[in-house]
Structures are given as C-alpha cells and as structure tokens.
C-alpha cells in the first residue's frame, strides 16, 4: 500500500502563490505517475497536473488553466511531489489532491479513473 499525504495548502489573495507537497510512504514505489486534481464545492474533480517520477527527465503534462502559472516537481530522494502554484486566481479556490499510479508507464493520464492511490486533500483558497 501506498500512502499519500499532502500539505501546503492556506487561503491566499489573488496573484499570490503556494506551494503543496504530496509526501509518498508505505510500499513507495521508484517509477509512475502522480497527478495533482482538484474539486471544488458542487463541481467534479479534475486533473491539473501530472508529472512521470523515476526518470531524470521526467516528463509534464498541465492542463490548460494552469499552464505557465502551476509548475510541478519530483524530489525522489523524499518520495515527494510539489506543486508550485504562482498567479493564483480565485477559480483555483478548492480541495486540492495527489494520487499516485505506480503501475503506469512513462505515459501519464489525467483522469480521476487511472489513479488507485489518493491523499486526504489540503484546502485552497484564493481571495479575490
């Protein structure tokens, strides 16, 4: 089993910026996707970003709200994966989580159905 947690989420002003941490534990795992998505009140959860862990060259995928705002990393060395979130706007106001598939190859999906493993979620506000 693999367990997710994630962290760095708070309330911030328009055009400011945060940065979330999804730390991996458990049966970790040295390749695969881990995905960041979001859900806000009343609205189905989607995919933000997407990155292949493993690799030195590990390869992005963002979806279009996000591009050139969101940047997402790997640390290996912690089994972690950030989220750097500039320019925040009050549409990226939700619950923010990671999940992980270990069992994908270096092409990554973005959709809620090909990620067994999820985190508890972290809040994200954006104030206008």
């Known amino acids: 089993q693999v367990q997710l947690v994630e962290s760095g989420g708070g309330s911030v002003q328009a055009g400011g910026s945060l940065r979330l941490s999804c730390a991996a534990s458990?049966?970790?795992?040295?390749?695969?996707?881990v995905a960041w998505f979001r859900q806000a009140p009343g609205k189905e959860r989607e995919g933000v970003a997407v990155?292949?862990?493993?690799?030195?060259?590990?390869?992005?995928y963002y979806v279009d709200s996000v591009k050139g705002r969101f940047t997402i990393s790997q640390d290996n060395a912690k089994n972690t994966v950030f989220l750097q979130m500039n320019s925040l706007k009050p549409e990226d106001t939700a619950m923010y989580y990671c999940?992980?598939?270990?069992?994908?190859?270096?092409?990554?999906?973005?959709?809620?159905?090909?990620?067994?493993?999820w985190g508890q979620g972290t809040q994200v506000t954006v104030s206008s």
């Open positions: 999940a992980a598939d270990p069992t994908s190859g270096s092409y990554c999906s973005i959709y809620v159905r090909d990620f067994g493993y």
């Open positions: 458990g049966d970790t795992y040295s390749s695969g996707c």
């Open positions: 990155i292949y862990v493993g690799d030195d060259d590990s390869s992005t």
